[in-house]
């Protein structure tokens, strides 16, 4: 609760501007429950002149101040009742308007911040964290508490006003009558709150026995083949009368309560009406009170009912968003476990000479998957990392990205640690072509030009074509211009492939990584990719997580990976001849080439 109103505070100028028109709100409450005096004892004339003389009204400043007589009341009070309602309705827009900017304005910077935390995450929290549970604090919490800081809130600070205004007016008028009202008037609102709580309940067990027929239903529906190869029906068939008796039954109770709740009130507040009624006739009869003033009273109580309705209905909207704003400072608390150092300074341009020195690693503490690597590959090398399966290849790969730190150990590129440069500028000078493709939903040419919004086209189209992909991408519909739906959708495999070797091509970086598909493309797709490769392997430190043949053999250092270890590293020949895991990985991978070592 003071978490949202802190929340609410932050917007300073809407919510001094909804308070201040709240407040008019009031006032215009106020003298709308003053007017029913003049209009009971002036304009119909049923006070006789001798009555109680009037206190505390505010209507009187206003005679005073507009110099009307009090014969002249009857003809302006029907004026001022419209201006006191025409006022009343315009504050109320205003304070209500104000409150949804408030709430629009919160939700709008929450989920900006959350977004750009999310997306700042490294990606060991994107590991545990699932889609669907992100998406839903994105979008449902949020929009909860803007219904929160929208509705409850201005209800709330609105609600409380106009109360506050019908309090003062009633005890104005008569402190002893106010005083007896509230000894009585809990009379109504006790009942009035055990019926809801009834209510509530009821409702809920009424929710939970519809979910079991669901489920009945369900189950039988999709299961009735087994159903029937059981012969189960005349069982499902009890089951399911069962489960609908309990409905009915619990409807029956919801029935009673909500059935008698109105009447039960209206009775209670009958009672409590006659009470007052008798208490206020007697005042009148002994001058204590005008009719006129007995009446705005009156009207003051009945006015009453609607801001404590609200604000148990405010009550209930804070009490669901509440959760919803833990739920969402759960997020904003987690810090990227990667981030720049406090001194991080920018990576110079880089030449490629990338080391490991005896790098440690584990996802999970006490799991390692990386031991005491060890190894250098310099400028303009290709390096193939080789392994069985979860030997930790692409482990190695993600933690020159830096989306991983070592635990011990250190990277270096040119001799400078990767943990005292800046995450852009390291980012920035790897290109990652990776067997997950992501390409997203937008054109062609800003897929290639991803992150380099500005590149000049005849550079995309240069890129495009040293990657294999002009030629398809001409036959698009709008070539360059051709959306190409959600994850790319619209492309064959080897299309989306090649379109994202363009990609690395136009960002021209000085360190690639390419992760090489495993699943067999057909031979003109694979010549293509093959040729695009080619290119944008050239000039530049390559990794590649190597599955073919030809690639492992062109590679200037080959690095087999072993359960977390570098277990050997040379090029093909020397490795073939060693007769170690790597001939054995070989002949196993490429039985049809099977040589013997020279
Ligand atoms: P593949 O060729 O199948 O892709 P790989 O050699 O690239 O395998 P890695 O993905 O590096 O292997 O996995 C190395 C080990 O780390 C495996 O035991 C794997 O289960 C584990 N691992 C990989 N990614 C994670 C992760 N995000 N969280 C926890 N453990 C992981």
Redesign the pocket.
């Known amino acids: 609760m003071f978490a949202l109103l802190k929340l609410t505070l932050r917007e300073k100028k809407w919510v001094t501007l909804a308070l201040a028109s709240t407040l008019f709100v009031a006032l215009f409450t106020y003298v709308f429950v003053d007017l029913v005096q003049p209009i009971i004892d002036d304009m119909l004339r049923l006070a006789p002149q001798s009555a109680a003389p009037a206190t505390g009204r505010a209507l009187d400043i206003l005679w005073n101040f507009l110099s009307i007589s009090r014969q002249d009341i009857r003809s302006a009070l029907p004026f001022v009742l419209v201006i006191v309602i025409f006022g009343k309705g315009l504050f109320t827009f205003f304070s209500s308007l104000c409150m949804k900017v408030v709430g629009n304005k919160i939700v709008k910077t929450m989920r900006d911040d959350l977004y750009a935390h999310i997306l700042h995450q490294s990606?060991?929290y994107f590991?545990q964290a699932t889609t669907g549970d992100l998406m839903s604090r994105l979008t449902n919490d949020v929009e909860r508490i803007r219904d929160a800081v929208s509705s409850a809130m201005s209800d709330i600070i609105e609600e409380a006003f106009i109360l506050l205004a019908l309090l003062v007016g009633m005890f104005v008028k008569d402190w002893a009558l106010a005083l007896m009202a509230f000894v009585v008037m809990p009379l109504a609102v006790v009942p009035l709150a055990a019926f809801s709580r009834q209510l509530k309940r009821t409702g809920r067990q009424s929710q939970l026995k519809m979910s079991e027929i669901y489920n009945i239903l369900h189950e039988t529906i999709t299961g009735n083949r087994i159903v029937k190869a059981f012969t189960m029906e005349a069982f499902e068939l009890r089951k399911f009368l069962k489960a609908t008796a309990k409905y009915y039954r619990i409807n029956i109770r919801l029935s009673w309560i909500s059935s008698l709740s109105s009447p039960f009130m209206e009775f209670i507040g009958g009672v409590v009406g006659a009470f007052i009624l008798y208490i206020g006739a007697n005042r009148i009869a002994q001058n204590h009170i005008s009719p006129g003033d007995f009446g705005a009273f009156a009207t003051a109580i009945f006015m009453m009912f609607q801001p404590i309705k609200r604000l148990s209905r405010a009550n209930n909207v804070i009490q669901q968003a509440v959760p919803c704003l833990d739920r969402i400072r759960e997020i904003l608390e987690i810090p990227p476990l990667v981030q720049d150092k406090p001194h991080a300074y920018p990576l110079p341009p880089a030449q490629g000479r990338v080391r490991f020195e005896k790098v440690g690693f584990?996802?999970?503490p006490g799991?390692p998957?990386?031991f005491d690597v060890d190894f250098e590959v310099l400028p303009r090398q290709t390096a193939a990392?080789v392994?069985?399966?979860?030997?930790?290849?692409?482990?190695?790969?993600?933690l020159l990205a830096r989306f991983?730190e070592p635990n011990t150990g250190r990277i270096t590129i040119d001799g400078i640690d990767i943990t005292d440069v800046t995450l852009h500028s390291l980012r920035s000078q790897i290109g990652l072509v990776s067997?997950d493709i992501v390409l997203f939903n937008d054109t062609v040419r800003n897929n290639i030009a991803y992150g380099l919004e500005d590149t000049p086209h005849g550079r995309i189209v240069e890129a495009a074509k040293a990657a294999e992909c002009h030629r398809f991408i001409m036959e698009l519909p709008q070539g360059y211009d051709t959306p190409i739906g959600e994850r790319g959708g619209q492309l064959s495999r080897g299309q989306r492939q090649r379109l994202a070797i363009a990609r690395a091509l136009l960002k021209n970086p000085p360190i690639l990584v390419l992760?090489e598909a495993?699943s067999a493309l057909d031979s003109e797709s694979e010549r293509l990719i093959q040729s695009a490769l080619a290119a944008v392997m050239r000039n530049r430190t390559t990794f590649v997580?190597a599955?073919r043949l030809s690639t492992i053999r062109s590679a200037d250092r080959i690095l087999v990976?072993d359960k977390?270890r570098i277990a050997e590293s040379g090029s093909h020949d020397e490795l073939m001849r060693k007769g170690g895991i790597y001939r054995k990985l070989h002949d196993l991978q490429f039985p049809e080439d099977q040589e013997s070592p020279r």
């Open positions: 990606s060991a590991d584990s996802y999970h799991r998957v990386i990392l392994g069985l399966s979860g030997a930790g290849k692409s482990t190695l790969i993600n991983y067997q992760d495993t997580v599955h990976v977390g």
